[in-house]
Protein backbone atom coordinates (compact mmCIF):
# COMPACT_ATOMS: atom_id res chain seq x y z
CA UNK A 1 0.00 0.00 0.00
CA UNK A 2 2.60 1.95 0.65
CA UNK A 3 4.12 1.51 -2.97
CA UNK A 4 0.63 2.64 -4.07
CA UNK A 5 1.10 6.27 -2.48
CA UNK A 6 4.35 6.89 -3.25
CA UNK A 7 2.98 6.40 -6.84
CA UNK A 8 0.20 8.06 -6.39
CA UNK A 9 2.41 11.60 -5.64
CA UNK A 10 5.49 10.99 -7.47
CA UNK A 11 6.45 13.11 -10.44
CA UNK A 12 5.90 11.27 -13.63
CA UNK A 13 7.03 12.23 -17.25
CA UNK A 14 5.63 10.76 -20.00
CA UNK A 15 7.89 9.97 -23.03
CA UNK A 16 7.50 8.16 -26.66
CA UNK A 17 8.71 4.96 -26.55
CA UNK A 18 11.06 5.82 -29.84
CA UNK A 19 12.36 8.82 -27.27
CA UNK A 20 13.34 6.44 -25.09
CA UNK A 21 13.92 3.49 -26.97
CA UNK A 22 15.65 2.23 -30.39
CA UNK A 23 13.11 0.33 -31.78
CA UNK A 24 14.29 -2.59 -34.40
CA UNK A 25 12.74 -5.04 -36.58
CA UNK A 26 14.17 -8.86 -37.15
CA UNK A 27 14.57 -10.71 -40.20
CA UNK A 28 12.75 -12.70 -42.52
CA UNK A 29 12.75 -16.55 -41.79
CA UNK A 30 10.98 -19.26 -42.76
CA UNK A 31 10.79 -23.38 -41.76
CA UNK A 32 13.61 -24.04 -44.50
CA UNK A 33 16.43 -21.70 -42.68
CA UNK A 34 15.46 -23.08 -39.15
CA UNK A 35 15.64 -27.06 -40.32
CA UNK A 36 18.89 -26.55 -42.38
CA UNK A 37 20.15 -24.55 -39.47
CA UNK A 38 19.47 -26.60 -36.18
CA UNK A 39 21.08 -25.03 -33.01
CA UNK A 40 20.75 -23.82 -29.47
CA UNK A 41 19.34 -20.63 -30.68
CA UNK A 42 15.28 -19.79 -29.90
CA UNK A 43 13.42 -18.13 -33.19
CA UNK A 44 11.35 -15.39 -31.79
CA UNK A 45 8.71 -14.31 -34.28
CA UNK A 46 5.24 -13.44 -33.83
CA UNK A 47 3.95 -16.71 -31.85
CA UNK A 48 4.25 -16.75 -27.83
CA UNK A 49 6.54 -19.97 -28.30
CA UNK A 50 9.95 -19.95 -30.30
CA UNK A 51 9.40 -21.21 -34.12
CA UNK A 52 12.43 -23.72 -33.49
CA UNK A 53 15.89 -23.20 -32.67
CA UNK A 54 18.97 -22.48 -34.83
CA UNK A 55 22.91 -22.44 -34.71
CA UNK A 56 23.17 -18.20 -35.52
CA UNK A 57 22.00 -15.33 -33.83
CA UNK A 58 20.76 -11.92 -34.88
CA UNK A 59 19.91 -10.81 -31.30
CA UNK A 60 22.19 -10.13 -28.21
CA UNK A 61 20.65 -8.18 -25.36
CA UNK A 62 17.96 -6.84 -26.62
CA UNK A 63 15.19 -8.98 -24.40
CA UNK A 64 12.16 -6.98 -24.67
CA UNK A 65 10.27 -8.46 -27.65
CA UNK A 66 6.62 -7.24 -28.81
CA UNK A 67 5.35 -9.54 -31.81
CA UNK A 68 3.94 -7.04 -35.11
CA UNK A 69 1.84 -9.81 -36.64
CA UNK A 70 0.20 -13.30 -35.13
CA UNK A 71 -0.74 -12.59 -31.57
CA UNK A 72 -0.36 -9.05 -32.41
CA UNK A 73 0.86 -7.03 -29.29
CA UNK A 74 2.33 -9.81 -27.15
CA UNK A 75 5.31 -8.82 -25.65
CA UNK A 76 8.35 -11.54 -24.35
CA UNK A 77 11.19 -10.96 -22.20
CA UNK A 78 14.18 -13.30 -23.90
CA UNK A 79 17.51 -12.78 -22.44
CA UNK A 80 21.08 -13.60 -24.59
CA UNK A 81 21.12 -14.29 -27.84
CA UNK A 82 18.11 -15.13 -29.91
CA UNK A 83 17.21 -14.97 -33.57
CA UNK A 84 14.50 -12.43 -34.20
CA UNK A 85 12.26 -12.96 -36.86
CA UNK A 86 10.67 -10.37 -39.12
CA UNK A 87 7.46 -10.29 -37.26
CA UNK A 88 8.86 -8.86 -34.29
CA UNK A 89 10.12 -5.89 -33.18
CA UNK A 90 13.20 -5.68 -30.00
CA UNK A 91 12.89 -2.25 -28.07
CA UNK A 92 16.48 -1.68 -26.50
CA UNK A 93 16.03 1.40 -23.82
CA UNK A 94 19.06 3.78 -24.67
CA UNK A 95 19.74 4.96 -21.12
CA UNK A 96 19.31 2.98 -18.07
CA UNK A 97 19.96 5.64 -15.60
CA UNK A 98 16.51 6.88 -16.70
CA UNK A 99 14.23 3.92 -17.52
CA UNK A 100 14.98 0.32 -16.80
CA UNK A 101 14.28 -2.63 -19.45
CA UNK A 102 12.70 -4.97 -17.17
CA UNK A 103 10.03 -1.33 -15.59
CA UNK A 104 9.40 -1.33 -19.25
CA UNK A 105 8.65 -4.78 -20.10
CA UNK A 106 6.19 -5.01 -17.00
CA UNK A 107 4.38 -1.52 -18.42
CA UNK A 108 4.11 -2.65 -21.94
CA UNK A 109 2.67 -6.33 -20.84
CA UNK A 110 -0.04 -4.28 -18.66
CA UNK A 111 -0.58 -2.16 -21.78
CA UNK A 112 -2.37 -4.30 -24.60
CA UNK A 113 -5.39 -2.33 -25.58
CA UNK A 114 -2.84 0.95 -25.96
CA UNK A 115 -0.76 -1.37 -27.98
CA UNK A 116 -4.20 -2.54 -30.00
CA UNK A 117 -5.10 0.99 -30.86
CA UNK A 118 -2.18 1.85 -32.37
CA UNK A 119 -2.71 -1.19 -34.91
CA UNK A 120 -4.25 -1.13 -38.46
CA UNK A 121 -6.87 -3.44 -39.40
CA UNK A 122 -6.29 -4.01 -42.94
CA UNK A 123 -7.15 -7.48 -43.59
CA UNK A 124 -4.79 -8.85 -40.25
CA UNK A 125 -4.15 -6.70 -37.70
CA UNK A 126 -0.20 -5.38 -38.16
CA UNK A 127 1.96 -3.04 -35.51
CA UNK A 128 3.74 -0.45 -37.73
CA UNK A 129 7.16 0.46 -36.36
CA UNK A 130 6.34 4.07 -36.72
CA UNK A 131 3.52 3.45 -34.59
CA UNK A 132 4.89 1.83 -31.88
CA UNK A 133 7.47 4.17 -31.42
CA UNK A 134 4.69 6.87 -30.67
CA UNK A 135 3.29 4.68 -27.43
CA UNK A 136 3.62 7.14 -24.55
CA UNK A 137 5.62 5.53 -21.47
CA UNK A 138 5.60 6.60 -17.84
CA UNK A 139 9.18 7.42 -16.47
CA UNK A 140 8.60 7.84 -12.42
CA UNK A 141 12.06 8.09 -10.39
CA UNK A 142 14.17 5.29 -10.60
CA UNK A 143 13.68 4.24 -7.05
CA UNK A 144 10.17 3.49 -7.41
CA UNK A 145 10.92 1.53 -11.08
CA UNK A 146 13.19 -0.40 -8.59
CA UNK A 147 10.36 -1.10 -6.23
CA UNK A 148 7.86 -1.81 -9.33
CA UNK A 149 10.16 -4.44 -10.83
CA UNK A 150 11.03 -5.96 -7.50
CA UNK A 151 7.37 -7.09 -6.98
CA UNK A 152 6.47 -7.92 -9.96
CA UNK A 153 9.43 -10.17 -10.20
CA UNK A 154 8.72 -11.92 -6.80
CA UNK A 155 5.00 -13.03 -8.11
CA UNK A 156 6.36 -13.58 -11.38
CA UNK A 157 8.76 -16.41 -10.17
CA UNK A 158 5.75 -17.67 -7.57
CA UNK A 159 3.64 -18.25 -10.32
CA UNK A 160 6.55 -19.60 -12.27
CA UNK A 161 7.50 -21.72 -9.74
CA UNK A 162 4.09 -23.02 -9.36
CA UNK A 163 4.06 -23.82 -12.82
CA UNK A 164 7.71 -26.01 -13.01
CA UNK A 165 5.48 -27.56 -9.95
CA UNK A 166 2.42 -28.31 -12.36
CA UNK A 167 4.66 -29.69 -15.06
CA UNK A 168 6.56 -32.05 -12.97
CA UNK A 169 3.25 -32.83 -11.28
CA UNK A 170 2.01 -34.15 -14.97
CA UNK A 171 5.07 -36.05 -15.80
CA UNK A 172 5.05 -38.07 -12.78
CA UNK A 173 1.39 -38.82 -13.57
CA UNK A 174 2.11 -39.21 -17.26
CA UNK A 175 4.69 -42.07 -15.67
CA UNK A 176 2.66 -43.86 -13.04
CA UNK A 177 -0.53 -43.82 -15.66
CA UNK A 178 1.31 -45.83 -18.33
CA UNK A 179 3.13 -48.05 -15.39
CA UNK A 180 -0.24 -48.46 -14.21
CA UNK A 181 -1.46 -49.73 -17.35
CA UNK A 182 1.30 -51.51 -19.04
CA UNK A 183 0.94 -54.90 -16.79
CA UNK A 184 4.55 -55.19 -17.51
CA UNK A 185 4.92 -57.53 -14.42
CA UNK A 186 1.66 -59.30 -14.48
CA UNK A 187 0.58 -58.59 -11.05
CA UNK A 188 -2.73 -58.72 -12.24
CA UNK A 189 -4.52 -61.12 -14.41
CA UNK A 190 -5.50 -59.55 -17.66
CA UNK A 191 -7.23 -60.15 -20.77
CA UNK A 192 -6.39 -58.76 -23.88
CA UNK A 193 -9.81 -57.96 -26.04
CA UNK A 194 -10.98 -55.25 -28.46
CA UNK A 195 -12.49 -52.48 -28.22
CA UNK A 196 -15.98 -54.39 -30.02
CA UNK A 197 -15.77 -56.94 -27.41
CA UNK A 198 -16.01 -55.19 -24.78
CA UNK A 199 -18.29 -52.29 -25.99
CA UNK A 200 -21.92 -51.72 -25.64
CA UNK A 201 -22.27 -48.85 -27.97
CA UNK A 202 -19.11 -48.52 -29.84
CA UNK A 203 -19.38 -46.51 -33.50
CA UNK A 204 -19.02 -43.21 -35.41
CA UNK A 205 -20.69 -39.85 -35.00
CA UNK A 206 -23.39 -39.41 -37.46
CA UNK A 207 -23.55 -35.86 -39.68
CA UNK A 208 -25.88 -37.48 -42.63
CA UNK A 209 -26.89 -34.14 -44.20
CA UNK A 210 -25.30 -32.46 -46.92
CA UNK A 211 -24.43 -29.63 -47.56
CA UNK A 212 -22.92 -29.99 -44.09
CA UNK A 213 -22.94 -25.82 -43.66
CA UNK A 214 -26.66 -25.83 -43.92
CA UNK A 215 -27.99 -23.65 -41.25
CA UNK A 216 -30.99 -25.16 -41.04
CA UNK A 217 -29.01 -28.11 -38.76
CA UNK A 218 -27.60 -25.54 -36.18
CA UNK A 219 -28.92 -23.16 -33.79
CA UNK A 220 -30.80 -24.99 -31.87
CA UNK A 221 -30.46 -27.13 -27.99
CA UNK A 222 -28.76 -30.21 -28.90
CA UNK A 223 -24.82 -29.90 -27.99
CA UNK A 224 -22.97 -30.39 -30.86
CA UNK A 225 -19.24 -31.61 -30.12
CA UNK A 226 -16.54 -31.32 -32.87
CA UNK A 227 -12.95 -32.02 -32.59
CA UNK A 228 -11.50 -28.64 -31.57
CA UNK A 229 -13.70 -29.13 -28.57
CA UNK A 230 -12.35 -32.49 -27.33
CA UNK A 231 -8.75 -31.05 -28.16
CA UNK A 232 -9.63 -28.15 -26.22
CA UNK A 233 -10.82 -30.23 -22.91
CA UNK A 234 -9.78 -31.90 -20.08
CA UNK A 235 -11.11 -35.24 -19.11
CA UNK A 236 -14.83 -33.66 -18.93
CA UNK A 237 -15.55 -31.91 -22.04
CA UNK A 238 -17.51 -29.22 -20.87
CA UNK A 239 -18.12 -26.89 -23.62
CA UNK A 240 -19.04 -26.77 -26.96
CA UNK A 241 -19.01 -24.51 -29.84
CA UNK A 242 -21.94 -25.49 -31.81
CA UNK A 243 -25.75 -26.63 -31.54
CA UNK A 244 -28.05 -28.89 -33.58
CA UNK A 245 -31.45 -28.05 -34.12
CA UNK A 246 -34.38 -30.25 -34.09
CA UNK A 247 -33.75 -30.73 -38.27
CA UNK A 248 -29.80 -31.35 -37.25
CA UNK A 249 -30.66 -34.03 -34.54
CA UNK A 250 -32.88 -35.86 -37.07
CA UNK A 251 -29.91 -36.57 -39.19
CA UNK A 252 -27.27 -37.58 -36.48
CA UNK A 253 -27.39 -39.60 -33.40
CA UNK A 254 -27.26 -38.61 -29.88
CA UNK A 255 -25.03 -39.55 -27.19
CA UNK A 256 -25.36 -40.44 -23.77
CA UNK A 257 -23.66 -38.12 -20.89
CA UNK A 258 -20.47 -40.11 -19.84
CA UNK A 259 -19.74 -41.64 -23.81
CA UNK A 260 -16.25 -41.40 -24.55
CA UNK A 261 -15.27 -39.50 -27.59
CA UNK A 262 -12.10 -40.20 -29.87
CA UNK A 263 -11.29 -38.46 -32.46
CA UNK A 264 -9.88 -39.93 -35.95
CA UNK A 265 -9.44 -36.77 -38.18
CA UNK A 266 -7.70 -33.50 -37.57
CA UNK A 267 -6.01 -33.81 -34.44
CA UNK A 268 -5.60 -37.48 -33.73
CA UNK A 269 -6.53 -39.84 -30.84
CA UNK A 270 -7.64 -36.96 -28.45
CA UNK A 271 -10.09 -38.41 -26.20
CA UNK A 272 -12.83 -36.88 -23.99
CA UNK A 273 -15.60 -38.18 -21.80
CA UNK A 274 -18.68 -36.51 -22.26
CA UNK A 275 -20.24 -33.84 -19.69
CA UNK A 276 -23.94 -34.25 -21.12
CA UNK A 277 -25.58 -35.87 -24.04
CA UNK A 278 -24.70 -34.47 -27.07
CA UNK A 279 -24.29 -35.25 -30.92
CA UNK A 280 -20.97 -35.55 -32.99
CA UNK A 281 -19.51 -36.11 -36.76
CA UNK A 282 -18.08 -39.21 -38.42
CA UNK A 283 -14.49 -38.03 -37.47
CA UNK A 284 -14.99 -38.53 -34.14
CA UNK A 285 -15.84 -42.14 -32.64
CA UNK A 286 -18.63 -42.77 -29.61
CA UNK A 287 -17.47 -45.33 -26.92
CA UNK A 288 -19.34 -46.82 -24.27
CA UNK A 289 -18.17 -49.64 -22.51
CA UNK A 290 -20.47 -52.81 -21.61
CA UNK A 291 -20.37 -52.56 -18.17
CA UNK A 292 -19.99 -56.72 -17.26
CA UNK A 293 -16.29 -56.64 -19.23
CA UNK A 294 -14.58 -52.49 -18.61
CA UNK A 295 -15.50 -49.03 -17.17
CA UNK A 296 -15.52 -46.47 -20.04
CA UNK A 297 -13.14 -44.12 -17.50
CA UNK A 298 -10.41 -47.11 -17.55
CA UNK A 299 -10.74 -47.43 -21.75
CA UNK A 300 -10.57 -43.42 -21.65
CA UNK A 301 -7.07 -43.70 -19.27
CA UNK A 302 -5.76 -46.42 -21.67
CA UNK A 303 -6.32 -44.63 -24.56
CA UNK A 304 -4.40 -41.59 -23.64
CA UNK A 305 -1.53 -43.86 -22.45
CA UNK A 306 -1.12 -45.00 -26.47
CA UNK A 307 -1.82 -41.71 -27.31
CA UNK A 308 1.40 -41.28 -29.40
CA UNK A 309 1.12 -44.58 -30.56
CA UNK A 310 -2.26 -44.21 -32.08
CA UNK A 311 -0.76 -40.58 -33.39
CA UNK A 312 1.77 -42.34 -35.38
CA UNK A 313 -0.28 -44.91 -36.95
CA UNK A 314 -2.27 -41.82 -38.94
CA UNK A 315 1.13 -40.77 -40.46
CA UNK A 316 1.83 -40.85 -43.92
CA UNK A 317 -1.85 -40.90 -45.43
CA UNK A 318 -3.24 -38.36 -46.99
CA UNK A 319 -4.85 -36.59 -44.49
CA UNK A 320 -3.53 -37.64 -41.42
CA UNK A 321 -6.48 -39.57 -39.86
CA UNK A 322 -7.80 -43.24 -38.19
CA UNK A 323 -10.87 -45.22 -39.34
CA UNK A 324 -13.27 -47.21 -37.14
CA UNK A 325 -11.49 -50.66 -38.32
CA UNK A 326 -8.18 -49.55 -36.38
CA UNK A 327 -9.98 -49.07 -33.08
CA UNK A 328 -12.13 -51.99 -33.49
CA UNK A 329 -9.44 -54.28 -33.87
CA UNK A 330 -7.52 -52.66 -30.80
CA UNK A 331 -7.05 -54.80 -28.16
CA UNK A 332 -6.69 -53.48 -24.78
CA UNK A 333 -5.93 -55.53 -21.23
CA UNK A 334 -8.48 -55.73 -19.76
CA UNK A 335 -8.52 -56.43 -15.94
CA UNK A 336 -10.92 -57.35 -13.34
CA UNK A 337 -13.67 -55.18 -12.57
CA UNK A 338 -12.72 -54.47 -9.08
CA UNK A 339 -9.00 -53.84 -10.41
CA UNK A 340 -10.12 -51.49 -13.60
CA UNK A 341 -11.95 -49.09 -10.53
CA UNK A 342 -8.80 -48.98 -8.07
CA UNK A 343 -6.73 -47.83 -11.58
CA UNK A 344 -9.45 -44.82 -12.12
CA UNK A 345 -9.51 -43.82 -8.43
CA UNK A 346 -5.44 -43.63 -8.69
CA UNK A 347 -5.30 -41.83 -12.08
CA UNK A 348 -8.63 -39.69 -10.89
CA UNK A 349 -6.84 -38.32 -8.23
CA UNK A 350 -3.28 -37.46 -10.15
CA UNK A 351 -5.91 -35.91 -12.76
CA UNK A 352 -7.84 -33.77 -10.10
CA UNK A 353 -3.91 -32.26 -8.90
CA UNK A 354 -2.59 -31.89 -12.32
CA UNK A 355 -5.62 -30.70 -14.47
CA UNK A 356 -8.92 -29.61 -12.29
CA UNK A 357 -9.19 -25.90 -12.74
CA UNK A 358 -11.39 -25.72 -9.47
CA UNK A 359 -8.59 -27.94 -6.89
CA UNK A 360 -4.80 -27.75 -6.95
CA UNK A 361 -2.41 -26.49 -8.26
CA UNK A 362 -4.28 -25.24 -11.86
CA UNK A 363 -6.33 -23.29 -9.19
CA UNK A 364 -3.65 -21.95 -7.44
CA UNK A 365 -1.81 -21.03 -10.44
CA UNK A 366 -4.87 -19.12 -11.59
CA UNK A 367 -5.57 -16.98 -8.47
CA UNK A 368 -1.65 -16.23 -8.33
CA UNK A 369 -1.79 -15.08 -12.31
CA UNK A 370 -5.33 -13.00 -10.95
CA UNK A 371 -3.38 -11.27 -8.64
CA UNK A 372 -0.32 -10.70 -10.11
CA UNK A 373 -2.22 -9.34 -13.18
CA UNK A 374 -4.21 -7.16 -10.36
CA UNK A 375 -0.94 -5.41 -8.57
CA UNK A 376 0.73 -4.83 -12.39
CA UNK A 377 -2.37 -3.02 -13.09
CA UNK A 378 -2.58 -1.04 -9.56
CA UNK A 379 1.11 -0.32 -9.81
CA UNK A 380 1.43 1.19 -13.19
CA UNK A 381 -1.98 3.27 -12.58
CA UNK A 382 0.30 6.70 -12.52
CA UNK A 383 -1.64 9.83 -12.95
CA UNK A 384 -1.02 12.18 -16.23
CA UNK A 385 -0.04 15.21 -14.48
CA UNK A 386 2.74 17.80 -16.12
CA UNK A 387 4.01 18.29 -19.78
CA UNK A 388 3.95 16.03 -21.98
CA UNK A 389 7.90 15.72 -23.40
CA UNK A 390 8.31 15.50 -26.87
Keep these: MNILEEIQNCPVEWKE ?36 YVNVFNTQNDPIGIASRGSVGYVSWNEGRYFRGNLNYSATVQDESLLLPRFLYFYLKNSPKEIEKLCTFDGIPALNKSALEGLLIPIPPLKIQEKIVQILDKMTEYVTELTSELTSRKKQYSFYRDKLLSFENEVYQVEWKTLSEIAKYFGRGKSKHRPRNDTRLYGGNVP ?15 NYSQTYSDFGL ?19 AETGLLGFDAC ?3 SIIGFVADPEFAITEYVYYYLNSIKDYLANKSYGSAQDNLNLSTFSSLK ?3 PSIEIQYRIVEVLQNFDTVCNDLNFGLPKEIELRQKQYEYWRNMLFNFNKIGERVL
Excluded at 29 to 47: E, Y
Excluded at 224 to 238: M, S
Design 17 to 52: LGQVCEVKTGKNINKAFIQDNLGTFPVINSGKEPLG
Design 224 to 238: FIQTGDIREAGKWIE
Design 250 to 268: QQSKQWEKGTLCITIAANI
Design 280 to 282: FPD
Design 332 to 334: IPV
